[in-house]
């Protein structure tokens, strides 16, 4: 919800996953998330991308949860450790959640 915010006031957003938060981003698993009355965390998950909005995810931390070869939602992007190191450097402002 804050990147899509972020994206509409013309605020450059990146969304970048790691640790185990790395399991919502698994074929299947966003879907069955709902929280009150917002939609699924996969149909907002879309809903960024499709806005534009990068989602990028940790590859020390899918090597971290074990995983050789997962199916993630289509669109994420698997980054290095350094490349969060690089955006927060060049970043004006970051959130942490």
Do not use: H
Request: charged share 25%; net charge neutral; aromatic share 6%.
């Amino acid at each position: 919800m804050l990147a899509q915010t972020a994206k509409a006031m013309n605020i450059k957003a990146i969304v970048y996953y790691l640790g185990t938060g790395l399991r919502i981003l698994k074929t299947g698993e966003a879907e069955k998330i709902k929280l009150g009355g917002f939609p699924s965390v996969k149909e907002m998950i879309d809903k960024t991308l499709s806005m534009g909005i990068e989602i990028l995810v940790c590859e020390a931390s899918k090597r971290m949860l074990g995983w050789e070869k997962v199916d993630l939602i289509p669109g994420v992007k698997i980054v290095g450790a350094a490349t969060l190191n690089d955006l927060v450097l060049e970043a004006d402002a970051t959130e942490w959640f």
